[in-house]
């Protein structure tokens, strides 16, 4: 934070605060003892205590154990442990409630997993210990992931922290409403369909879907296991490079993991896009794009251009399939997924007269609405004689919408569309109507089909009610460190990403 | 009408490997409830599995064994249905693309060499075992995740005792191959059952029955006798059979319904999202190749006619492999393997038996065997005194031409000694003489006994019989 936003901080009356750094910032001026990690989580808890009432992107947040281990970074620091061995030392970091962390509680948004606690840490926490993060409580979601509104989340919905009557997106909506809240430097989601990238358009933060087996599904309980991947939300495109940096590798307990070695992604900002080819999918100006949304994101287009980027119309024929292709591959997927949970080994029971009485108890009161419309519909795809017409096809779309990518991908670099076809809807607004919440994910949903990367990144606003908007850029297959580097040029091109809600409470 | 009946068996095997096929955990039997368990067998949030290569390993031994395909590609599939002892409520298993096809297992049966065809033996897992008590149940998982390998037969078994010699071999090539202890008291070993009939003659199968739940090859057996004639008999009344699975009632020794057509689960089979399709290269497996083992069959075949062993003896060279190949170490060095298989088969397996003594104890070198075997064909010592001989071989490790030389138990073929010995006993014993004599040439037979026996053994038996039929008849 430089001294002109520290002043304005001070005088909108926020007195300077910790817990509104960047990770970068933090780690330099951590190093050179200037703020201790302590402080900082203290900083952190004492924002998250004062705003979270009113957003509610935390389920869960155990104040003793985040200050013990900030305790155990700043010991670690005074022993003189280098930050080439602990990149991501005293950083507070939040967890959406889909990822395990040993000891802590394991919920994923559902009374079916009340009060359980999960035996075990996730690969990716695994790493951010080993990195020296402070893991920095559960962030609330829609109920197994899915959703895109943060609606679906049994334990009450989270708020926009631009506008508390709108949703932040989802289904890791609590991971982008506390980045964008400053309750935390940064968090991770899951991104099945654009569950990263979307709620970070909507509450103005970056937000970064791996390329699938980048990164370990180890620990993240799983929603559609060939579309799932963990990822970052952060204030900065840098922050998204360290922590994806730090998260990334191929793991001996996925076996979908990809033994793709992991650039240093930071070094790799460079800021320069000159010549880079910039594709403009014609198939993504739809009808239901929002005026402002186009606007926000053609100037954008125009900004990468001045930057010395080159825009190119290419074309992904198979977009219009996408939705479609998804919600058959993703519940169906997610129909064995979720038949774990069956009140037998852990989490909720309802008691029966024998196991099929206990099942369906158990599940009928332990899932809701949206989670078991999902389960059957996936049930549904996979049933003998529905099967090759569903289930099949969809495979074979799949194929060919990936396909789609990997064509447009041998004349551009990266694919620039909107990230959302809307800014933050309100609450309510379409929880009625799934299949108008399955629309917000129009833009994002085909990413994940095709198995490659992308990132949301904030590109302006709308006008009144001021909104963030989102500009989403996908790369090839392992092409981390491209569309972090435009994403890099365009933020400091630009300095959206300055931009803070005004929360007054 | 005559009727024949068509069965095919599904085999489930418990693989021999260290660790379970999706984690960490001990594959053991006998464990405490609930003790080899971890968050991926119990199907915890979040897990992953990871293939136990070994167990894939494995499965391509028993294909190369079951003469089987092995395909380029193999994946493992999702069967979805909730049982409490199912972890995940779905069982990883390879259902589009198993990991061998297309083979044959061939055995002894009815004095010829039977052939049934294997269709697919594919890799699954095992899943935990359901407790019920008086006011509860409970699941033990120690079992859950164990590699399990499914041997789907064709339907070419015609009789309840072809498809008990049918497991009975299947059994021996999977110890044979170290695929599976396949101890039956443990459950290594369980099977199913696909049984028709149809009149004799007709190529159109009868209504498929399956019967589940024998816990012996011979429950298999008899399962078969009982449901083969209930078959038929219900179509001599004029009855119609219909697509269904029984339960074979080991009290009862009956079968009866479990569930008909209209109520079998749909399993919803997949692809399982969280692995990845295998390919087995050329590397991986030549590695398996060399673990290729002789199996019981070629092996008794082969000791019988490279070596003219007799059947019994052959057989015994299978089941006891160690003692096979200690045969085989000497029986190419010997004019006479046969007497080789005796004196392995008849003196040295009971000696070891007796002393507790295992072949990597013996005190002497092997091929004392095949001095031995020379010293009697070349009329050196007698069967008789090569039995004293090999037991004091046995003991002190000595040669035996040196044993024979210090106890002085060479073969007496000294004509005069020898006259001298029968005549002292046809002297003895004139009622046998007179009775030999007399046409009772048994007598003969007792006579020569005694001259042995006034020997000490060491009168060469065929110049004994020779001077006393001589004497008798002079």
Sequence with gaps: MDFSSFLKSWNEGESFM??????????????????????????????????????????????????????????RLASGADLGQFPLLGVPIAVKDVISVKDQPLGC???????????YDATVIQKLKTAGAVIFGRLNMDEFAMGSSTENSAFGLTRNPWDLTRIPGGSSGGSAAAVAADECLASLGSDTGGSIRQPAALCGCVGFKPTYGRVSRYGLVAFASSLDQIGPFTKTIRDAALLLETISGVDAADSTSVPHPVPHYASMLTGQIKGLRIGLPKEYMIAGLDPQVEKTV??????????????????????EYAVATYYIVATAEASANLARFDGVRYGLRVDGADPIELYSKTRGAGFGPEVKRRIILGTYVLSSGYYDAYYLRAQKVRTLIRQDFLKAFEHVDVIATPTTPTPAFKAGEKSEDPLQMYLSDIFT??????????????????????????????????????????AHAYEQGTGWHKEKPALRF | MDYEAVIGLETHVQLRTVSKMWCGCANEFGAPPNTNICPVCLGFPGVLPVANDEAL??????????????????????????????????QITQYAMPSTRNGYLEFEFENRIARVH??????????????HFDRNSGVDFNRAGVPLLEIVSEPDITSPDMAYEYLNALKDVLIYGGISDCDMEKGMVRCDVNISVRPRGQRELGAKIEIKNMNSFSGVRKALEYEIPRQIEVLNKGGKLVQETRRWDDIGNITETMRTKEHAHDYRYFPEPDLMPFEPTESWLDEIRRRVVELPLARKQRFMSAYQLPAPDAETFVRDVPLGGYFEALAPRSKNPKAIANWVINNLRAKMTESQTGLNDLKFKPELILDLV?????????????????????ATGDPPAVIVERKGLAQVSDTGAIEKFCDDVIAANPKSAADFRAGKTAALNFLKGQVMKASKGKANPNVVGEILERKLKG
């Design chain 2, 57 to 90: 390993r494995l499965t391509a031994l028993t294909g190369l064994l079951l003469n089987c395909e092995i395909p380029p590609a193999a994946k493992f599939d999702r069967k979805n249905y909730f049982y409490p002892d199912v972890a995940k409520n779905y």
């Design chain 1, 18 to 75: 910790l817990n509104q750094l960047s990770i970068s910032e933090f780690l330099s001026r951590f190093q050179r003892r200037e703020i201790s990690a302590r402080e900082t989580v203290q900083s952190c808890l004492e924002r998250t205590r004062r705003v979270d009432p009113h957003i509610h992107a935390f389920l869960n947040l155990n104040e003793p154990d985040a200050l013990a281990q900030a305790d155990e970074a700043d010991r």
């Design chain 1, 109 to 119: 948004g559902s009374k079916i997993l009340k009060n359980f606690v999960s035996p």
């Design chain 1, 445 to 486: 949903i085909s990413c994940n089909l095709a198995g490659i990367c992308g990132i949301s990144l904030p590109c302006g606003f709308s006008d009144s009610p001021k909104l963030p908007i989102g500009l989403q850029l996908l790369g090839k297959p392992f092409g981390e460190e491209t569309i972090l580097n435009v």
């Design chain 2, 118 to 131: 294997i269709t697919r033996a594919h890799l699954e897992e095992d899943v935990g075992k359901n407790f």
């Design chain 2, 374 to 394: 020379e010293l009697i064909d070349s009329g050196k010592i007698s069967t008789r005194i090569a039995q004293d001989v090999f037991g004091e071989m046995f």
């Design chain 1, 298 to 319: 053609q100037t954008a287009l125009r900004q990468l251009q001045e930057l010395g980027g080159e825009i190119v119309e290419i074309s992904l024929p198979h977009t």
